[in-house]
């Protein structure tokens, strides 16, 4: 099962990145882990396989533009079977029936209805002053009372999380009756006067459960200290350090009220990528194979004599073994051409093409792709028909997601190839 962070229109690096990394270290080896944009959305092929449906923060009206109409509409389709929703800061303002975002600010303003409407009234923001668009500046520490379920099932009580432009969930104790529950409070009055301080909600939706949260619990703070952005002040990361324990114990009571199935462990070893090992049934399959990979590269990367194939969400180096002249770093950064959101967002990937059509057991130790074509010869050789499905063969042990690997990008470029590739 997958759990997909929406990555598309309205969100940023930043939100995307801290979600991806919290999950993974939360949730894996338990859940494959990956990003969706609006349109994989829109096209409802998710649906059966999804346990987790995440927002990140982000700008709401980049959402609208993604994602009202059929991509909503798969949303609450989803959620209402039986699916999880969780919405951090602008996700969670998305979720909400009608925004009121620094109503009176011309350069700030966002109101309006909202299709989602699973927290069914307004959501007012910002909580607290000094929002800007794409600053650090209204950003903050922000004390949480944790209440509720999530206080049931052994969250701490109180933590500090990152804030930067959430909203209160105006009267939120008004729709208990509509399966409404309030999961967190602001500690510090907030400097917007509405009605309440909730700033985090749980919402039941037919059969399944959203949770929308205004903070930003899923920041992980060794990323924040690494990230680009360096008008973040010290003091605050260094308050939400002293908090990262109580920030994952809270993610994991979030995970325990939606029924997943998460890692006991503060730290949670994650195996880094493996290569991946392309083998052919024969040197005709090959050629034709090579020669659509090497259509796709990008060919004025040749610092490794390597070809480069930039993806949506992946980057592939093919190598040629009679080109291997020394191990080579999965880092983006010795590539030059790639831009800042690439380095930060792409998993790398080595697709490695044997001098022969099949790999040594000594490259693949756990996979015999020579026992596997002779077999696969074998069933050819019993059937009436003709076929070549099969014939190509990529192989590997650590991926992002084989799922995502086949539907959505180009290994092998399953759309403009005649025959099926086996992962």
């Known amino acids: 099962m997958n759990v997909l962070v ?20 939360l949730l894996s080896p338990h859940y494959a882990v990956s990003s969706i944009d609006g349109d994989t959305i829109s096209r409802g092929q998710w649906l059966a396989t999804c346990a987790l449906l995440c927002l990140p923060g982000g700008a709401d009206l980049g959402f609208c533009k993604a994602l009202n109409g059929q991509g909503n509409r798969y949303i609450k389709q989803y ?11 602008a996700g969670a303002y998305f979720a909400s029936a009608n925004i009121e975002f620094e109503k009176g600010n011309q350069s700030l303003e966002v109101t309006g209805a909202r299709e989602l409407a699973f927290f069914p009234g307004f959501c007012h923001g910002a909580a607290y002053n000094g929002f800007a ?9 922000c004390t949480l009372n944790v209440t509720g379920s999530l206080l049931e099932m052994g969250s701490p009580q109180r933590f500090k999380t990152y804030y930067n432009g959430g909203g209160i969930f105006v ?11 309030i999961l967190a409070k602001y500690q510090e009055e907030p400097h917007l006067r509405c009605k ?34 360096t008008n973040i002040s010290s003091g605050i990361i260094d308050e939400l350090e002293a908090n990262e324990p109580s920030r994952l114990n809270f993610m994991k009571t979030i995970l325990k009220l939606f029924g997943l199935k998460f890692n006991n462990q503060a730290e949670h070893f994650q195996p880094p990528l493996s290569d991946l090992y392309l083998s052919f049934l024969d040197q005709a399959g090959a050629q034709e194979l090579i020669g659509k990979l ?6 004025e990367n040749n610092k490794y004599e390597q070809k480069l194939v930039v993806c949506e969400s992946d980057i592939f180096l093919i190598e040629y073994q009679s080109m291997l002249v020394g191990a080579l770093e999965r880092t983006v950064s010795d590539i030059p051409s790639l831009t800042g959101s690439e380095q930060t967002e792409k998993s790398i990937f ?21 026992a596997y074509f002779r077999h696969l010869a074998t069933e050819r050789a019993l059937c009436s028909t003709a076929s070549r499905f099969g014939s190509p063969l990529l192989y590997g042990e650590v991926v992002t997601s084989t799922s995502t690997l086949l539907e959505k990008y180009f290994p092998l470029d399953l759309v403009s190839l005649s025959v099926a590739t086996l992962s």
């Open 350 to 370: 080595r697709i490695k093409i044997p001098e022969a059509c099949h790999h040594s057991t000594t490259e693949t130790p756990y996979f015999d792709s020579a």
């Open 196 to 229: 309440g301080d909730a700033a985090a909600v749980g919402c039941k939706i037919g059969a399944g459960y959203a949770i929308l949260i205004s903070t930003h619990p899923e920041y992980d703070i060794e990323y924040l200290r690494k990230s680009l952005r």
């Open 6 to 25: 929406y990555s598309g229109s309205g969100t940023t690096v930043e939100s995307v990145t801290h979600c991806l990394n919290t999950f993974q270290r």
């Open 133 to 141: 668009y794409n600053s650090e500046t209204g950003a903050r520490a």
């Open 79 to 89: 959620v209402r079977r039986g699916g999880r929703y969780i919405g951090f800061c």
């Open 294 to 299: 090497i259509e796709l590269a990008n060919t």
């Open 171 to 181: 009267g939120a104790d008004n729709f208990k009756d509509e399966g409404i529950e």
